[in-house]
């Protein structure tokens, strides 16, 4: 008997490939997919598909699908809540694209509300988390720091980390020419009253005229406070694009599930996590 005969699991069992007749066996994508009520859920090995003429064009189909009663996703794809799968980044990067990250739970819970907090903050254009410098690093220090990352410019804060107050900015420019690279950055960045800035609120088309007509190639954001809370960058803003199938909650913020254990502590865990703003709970036992 041919293989492929053999492998057929059709319920008619063997020689069904042998007869023509017999290839509208089964049911159509229609009796499967189309039942309202139907709560069976398939794998690629439950289904063997055949080829066909449909009734419908390629652009009225939709995969849309349900992660919750509430939350649609426009891409039924949902990021593992795996530690070496999901954190931040890989839920900001599932969620621009119609899905959504379950950011895992083997972390403090400081740690994995900072995490939600990341993606809830994120907005398409704006880098939510600069590596930031001191003012006391050396430009030797500098030097090596872009090495390893890969920029060439950086926000200059009180304590060299985001979310406090802003001094300067410094760009592969402004150390070009400097001879003693033992020198502190301050002696050499742009200082904060000569720089463009933008307050926090601001939206992406107005800081992106604000970057076209400063000419600039970065925009810090800064809050009331004078505290850096994003960056813009011009090159970002090249290669930023438009992402119509996002999922997003009513405030227009990207949407993100964290997973918690069972533990009587884990308690503490789901307030935390829900005053952070996340829009799903996963329990992971």
């Not at 349900?66 to 809540?81: A, E, G, M, Q």
């Not at 076209?212 to 290669?239: I, T, W």
Request: glycine share 8%; proline share 5%; with cysteine.
């Amino acid at each position: 008997m041919p293989a492929d005969v053999a492998r057929s699991r059709s319920p008619r069992g063997h020689g069904v490939a042998d007869k023509v007749d017999e290839l509208v066996d089964g049911h159509s994508a229609a009796d499967i997919f189309d039942k309202t009520k139907s709560l069976t859920g398939y794998t690629y090995d439950d289904l063997i598909c055949l080829p066909g003429h449909i009734s419908f064009g390629v652009h009225e189909v939709a995969l849309h699908g349900n992660f919750t009663k509430k939350i649609t996703l426009k891409t039924p794809i949902v990021s593992s809540p795996m530690d070496t799968v999901t954190e931040a980044k890989m839920a900001i990067a599932i969620a621009l694209e119609g899905g959504i990250g379950v950011i895992h739970t083997n972390l403090s819970i400081e740690e994995q509300v900072r995490e939600v907090m990341q993606v809830k903050r994120y907005e398409s254009g704006f880098i939510m988390d600069p590596v930031c410098i001191p003012p006391t690093m050396t430009i030797a220090d500098l030097d090596k720091l872009r090495q390893s990352s890969g920029f060439s410019g950086y926000p200059v804060t009180e304590d060299g980390r985001m979310g406090s107050r802003l001094m300067g900015l410094v760009t592969k420019r402004d150390t070009d020419f400097a001879v003693d690279r033992s020198s502190h950055v301050s002696s050499i960045m742009t200082k904060l009253d000569k720089l463009v800035t933008v307050e926090e609120g601001v939206d992406l088309p107005a800081a992106n005229k604000i970057l076209q007509e400063s000419k600039k190639g970065k925009l810090p954001v800064v809050s009331k406070q004078g505290r850096l809370v994003a960056l813009m960058s011009r090159a970002d803003l090249r290669k930023n694009a438009d992402y119509p199938v996002a999922t997003k909650d009513e405030r227009k913020r990207l949407m993100v599930a964290a997973a918690v254990g069972t533990r009587p502590a884990d308690r503490d865990r789901v307030r935390a996590l829900v005053a952070a703003g996340v829009d799903a709970i996963i329990v992971d036992s």
